[in-house]
């Protein structure tokens, strides 16, 4: 049994409690938090509820850290800080931050002697694995990913520190006919523009102005600037209501040429369609952290990301079971 | 460079000399055959062409050997013949078989200190690398592969071989209600009927009887009695001119659920559409051979399938710039 820690006890935290049910070689030995423990409650019988402080006293008893944290602050320190005491797992998706996090993880990993595998998910993560197979088979070609439908974490808090808003769900939506025109071949450039349209759910404050907050919303730099944004008001039982799920997903498509004179053209798509955006991450992060706890059982370690692992590390089959199966 | 040997030059041969010549860090060195080398003109200026007896001679001037020759017959001899020459890569595609001809291709590779690397391609090949990361991920789920559109040459034979054809093309095609189905999150249990039907395009021989020719094929157990099939007849004119490419492609899709009471769904769809069947099998040779050209210069040998191999192998970019530019 791959012993499984979790540090961090949100939505994606919960998921990987969920994944780590669903996978028989793996248990949950404890949950760590910042919160006082005796507050949280946990779905897996027999784990335990720490605090985040008592981490270390958890060295020998634990075979994989799964971090669970935010990319912006936890996880630039958390990861390096546990990966010379055990094997560890992150999500860590501030694209600019890799190669600094990259680094730091690996130094610490190698002092103790354990793997860390950083970015895991979906993109970072499967989608990243889509466009590196796809470019590699096709040299000659283009890469396209498109985010959605689903909701935007970072967008929905933006319109909710807008003055006004009292709540807030907001959608990342991919364009159709952009879409269509990758998938014809036609190699198009597409502008920010051309590629999403935002659609925000908003719940108003009391008297608050709906004009003046839905033109601070479409004219926001960063955020929604340069983007077709649709704004709809609704009430907070209809928020409640309809937009209560966290799903997403969206499509890595790839257009390449084959033949002495670039005759041939092929396409390679990949989609997902998420019910919930953190249970299929933290599914992922799962899989990994297989692969950590079999890599290191091997003596390899240092930092590694989806591009340094081999698929048959991810699955509970050994390889003749694989190759009689799947291939 | 990598050094390249082409074994057999046929479409699939003729796929992998256009793919070498996409990879800046690959270079065609012979094209071995069992035609008198004289008949044998090839694209690429330098290479030899030459008769697969003076293979051996070649041991040393030959990193990677890929092997261009069928599943039926050629492979199952040579790719254990010449794995322990130089690194292997085949597109060995008979299933049953495969636990035999990875023993084989082990021993061999093993006893040479060289990388074998079978079944490469995209189905096996790619789709089994879908159906393995969406299983690993997913384990609550179910994959699903569809082919087509694309010409079966199995199948194209088959028709040919009926009395009074003179020529044919046969085409399979997935269908729609059943992709739907599966995209629902249904998880049907889908018949071979349900799941495919073949269309053939058929030039008669002078006088032949086209309800008699129609109802053979038809009723070809194996081949056709199990799907829904159409045949159309048309002049050899309108089959060259119509038909001529060898297009094909298909669908893996996996549905699977998460949650602690599995009430989240998540669909997974990995798409090909190919211009060129043998050109897009070819480029995925080519990135392979990469991949066993690097882990023999690690000291790595024996036999491997896609599942065995980080994906960072197969691409020209390092570590550095892949984790800056994909991940």
Known sequence: MIKIGILGYGNLGRGV????????????????TRRNPADVKILTEGASICSISEVPDWKDRIDVMILCGGSATDLPEQTPA???????VDSF??????????????????KGGKVGIISVGWDPGMFSLNR?????????????????????????DAVRRVEG???????????????????????????TRQKHTRECFVVLEEGADAAKVEKEI????????????TVHFISQEELDRDHGGIPHGGFVLYSGKTGWEEENSHLIEYRLKLDSNPEFTASVLAAYARAAYRLGAEGVSGCKTVFDIAPAYLSQKDGETLRASLL
Chains 1, 2 share one sequence.
Request: charged share 25%; proline share 6%; hydrophobic share 35%.
């Open 165 to 191: 808003v009292k709540d807030a769900k907001q959608y990342t939506v991919p364009v159709d006919a952009a879409l269509e025109a990758v998938r014809k071949g036609d190699n198009p450039t597409l502008s």
């Open 82 to 88: 546990y990966a010379e005491l055990f094997h560890v």
């Open 17 to 32: 409690e969920c994944a780590v049910k669903q996978n028989p070689d793996m248990e949950l030995a404890a949950v760590f």
């Open 93 to 110: 998706d501030t694209h600019a931050r890799i190669p600094e996090h990259f680094a730091n993880v690996d130094k610490a990993s190698k």
């Open 132 to 156: 590196l197979y796809a470019s590699a088979v096709l040299p000659k070609g283009q890469d396209y990913t498109f985010w959605g439908k689903g909701v935007s974490q970072g967008h929905s």
């Open 218 to 229: 479409k004219t926001m730099p960063n955020y929604f600037a340069d983007y077709d944004t």
